[in-house]
């Protein structure tokens, strides 16, 4: 895991601004805390900040194989899992390694099959190679865009980076939104190929970039597909659990201390029990991490989308696998703590906060002063249809995103529900969800002889698998890798996205509950008590103390003239913070972190807004 940034001119000679290349490296700090890196040379200019995880000696970069040609040169972030079957392939096909990185795997294979490298790649990666014998830039992100990257052409070549705020540290980038930034920034849905930022693209996952001196090109090298199922129920339950063994040992390899997020869960409790398996075999004791707050047994009231706490079922597992088991328990001063909230800004280069990305960015903090490397259960609801909204018939009848449809039913209208009326009317979120929405659906093939229900079924997965999960997968790698902390996701391997994708919903359904591929699989491995546990997403505080903090901290803002309320009805945030009015509920205090993190992020960033 690592930050990369670069910058290709085809007009200048960029060893004459390596300062520019330095101060956009520079960003990349918190992304790769053990080594910096940078290569220039005539048109070209990449830098590198470095997380060692593998071969912690020798996988310097940037790593460069000098030819009679020119030099070919890389920038890497990420992780190849099966860099140990390709690097044998390569010696056998006559390629000789100096280092045992998977860097160095990703150069050679480069080296030998060029752009098909893509193809033979399994793992989360977003790299760049100046390819100096036919003075070309090559770009290639991940199948399920585990790993960022975003580029920003330019007159004669292109910006690019793991982050916007690398692009932003370049002269040429205009620091500015337009509205379809602001869209972006309140939509919750993540556009392929948008980025909050003008100007600015983010690299779609299983896209391949070239940048020579006729300019930027994109190709698609992978895409979820719609393919016939042949297994039945029991080859099926088999071929899940096949795939998780194989994928949680090939994430588990790395050259420092490893460990897994736990939720108590099905997904998470999953990755733990067989990653403690297979470290056992090994001798090893498997390494677990929960988050919790202060007070939350006594403030806790289930509902129905948070219908039980987690801890109970946390300790039932760390206890079954006897891990080696931390709680991190947050309390409501460092939630609301101005200074927290500026760091996930940084992180995300946009307004996203609130307490989720503040308690995940805490408990990442805490879990890298023991741990380098984590294991994640995201993402197994988008794979196997656990979320509550895949199995209400109202959401399955709605032409929207389903959980913007769920949303619209039970929470209100969150994030944007502050926004003065005139930049919501210009703003028009309904039609850019709605086009969003058709865009994403014309993408969808769908199987001879599938029934309705299955029709609207895959379209519901195809959505949470290119939309939604994105989203997710982004939260989870800025506030992981704003503490270097590096976060790997099993359930994203494509092999198994692709067969449970393309498997029957009656299948995924087999036994009236949700994801119940994924607890046939797993349940020799999982307690009784986790086996049978419904779905409760990532915890949030129940504290009122957290509200009143929120409360006061806009109050304090109302009392100046922020230039916030350039987007804001200050009206609409009186009246959510009376005094004498009814507490905010669920929508207003999403409002109220967003209005927050809109401050914090206009005070750090000072962007021109195009659409305001």
């Keep these: 895991m690592c930050g990369i940034t670069g910058w290709i001119s085809f007009h200048r000679d960029l060893a004459l601004r390596r300062d520019v290349l330095d101060a956009m490296t520079e960003t990349m700090a918190c992304r790769g805390p053990d080594a910096s890196g940078t290569w220039v040379s005539g048109p070209a200019a990449l830098g590198h900040r470095r997380l060692a995880v593998i071969d912690l000696q020798g996988g310097v970069q940037p790593m460069s194989v000098r030819t009679p040609a020119g030099e070919v040169v890389l920038v890497y972030s990420g992780e190849a899992y099966n860099f140990t079957e390709l690097r044998e392939e390569l010696r056998q096909a006559g390629e000789q390694f100096e280092t045992s990185s998977d860097t160095e795997v990703v150069l050679r294979g480069y080296m030998r099959w060029g752009k098909h490298l893509a193809t033979r790649l399994n793992g989360m990666y977003a790299f760049a190679i100046w390819d100096g014998r036919v003075r070309k830039l090559v770009m290639i992100r991940d199948r399920m865009g ?48 948008h980025a909050v930022w003008a100007g600015m693209r983010e690299v779609e996952p299983g896209t391949i970039v070239t940048v020579d001196a006729d300019g930027v090109r994109e190709r698609r090298y992978w895409r979820l597909e719609t393919r016939p199922h042949h297994d039945d129920r029991d080859d099926t339950v088999a071929q899940v659990r096949a795939l998780l063994d194989d994928i949680v040992r090939r ?39 929960a988050v919790d707050f202060v007070g939350q047994a006594d403030h806790f009231r289930a509902d129905a989308l948070r219908p039980t706490p987690d801890t109970p079922y946390v300790h039932d597992v760390a206890d079954l696998v006897k891990s080696q088991h931390s709680d991190i328990v947050l309390d409501n001063a460092v939630l609301t703590d101005p200074d927290v909230r500026r760091k996930v800004i940084r992180a995300n280069d946009a307004p996203l906060g609130g307490d989720i990305y503040g308690s995940l960015y805490l408990l990442f903090k805490a879990i890298r002063e023991q741990s380098t490397v984590a294991l994640s259960g995201e993402s197994a609801d988008e794979i196997f249809g656990g979320y509550l909204w895949f199995h209400d018939p109202a959401v399955q009848r709605a032409e929207m995103f389903p959980w913007i449809a ?81 976060v790997r996701v099993p359930f994203c391997d494509h092999r198994l996205v692709e067969y449970v994708y393309n498997t029957p919903w009656s299948l995924k359904t087999f036994d009236g509950k949700e994801k119940s591929l994924l607890r046939a699989a797993t349940r020799d491995v999982l307690p009784e008590s986790v086996a049978e546990r419904k779905k409760s997403p990532y915890p949030q505080t129940q504290d009122p103390a957290y509200l009143q903090a929120l409360i006061a901290q806009a109050r304090e803002l109302m009392s100046s003239g922020h230039p916030v309320f350039e987007l804001v009805d200050r009206s609409k945030l009186e009246a959510v913070t009376r ?33 305001a």
Excluded at 410 to 436: E, I, N, Q, V
């Design 146 to 193: 585990i790993k960022p990257l975003y580029i920003y052409p330019t007159a004669d070549g292109v910006l690019f980076g793991s982050e916007p705020k690398a692009i932003l540290a370049n002269p040429l980038a205009q620091r500015a939104v337009d509205a379809d930034g602001l869209r972006e920034m309140f939509a919750f849905v993540k556009t392929p190929g």
């Design 251 to 289: 994430q588990l390899v790395a050259d420092v201390p490893r460990c897994v997020l736990l939720s108590g869960g099905l997904d998470s409790s999953t990755i733990t029990a067989l990653s403690a398996r297979q470290l056992a075999e090994d001798g090893e004791r498997v390494r677990t991490f």
């Design 406 to 486: 769920y949303r619209a039913q039970h929470r209100g209208a969150g994030a944007a529900s502050l926004l003065r009326d005139d930049l919501l009317r210009r703003l028009d979120l309904g039609g850019y969800l709605r086009d969003g929405y058709a865009k994403a659906v014309g993408e969808i093939e769908r199987l001879d002889g599938e029934s309705d229900h299955e029709w609207t079924m895959r379209k519901i997965c195809y959505l949470h698998l290119t939309r939604m999960v994105r989203f997710l997968l982004d939260r989870k790698d800025r506030m992981s890798m704003a503490v270097g902390l590096e």
């Design 579 to 611: 005094a004498d009015s009814t507490p905010p509920d669920a929508a207003g205090r999403h409002g109220l972190e967003q209005l927050l993190s809109m401050a914090t992020w206009l005070d750090l960033y000072q962007p021109d807004i195009l659409a």
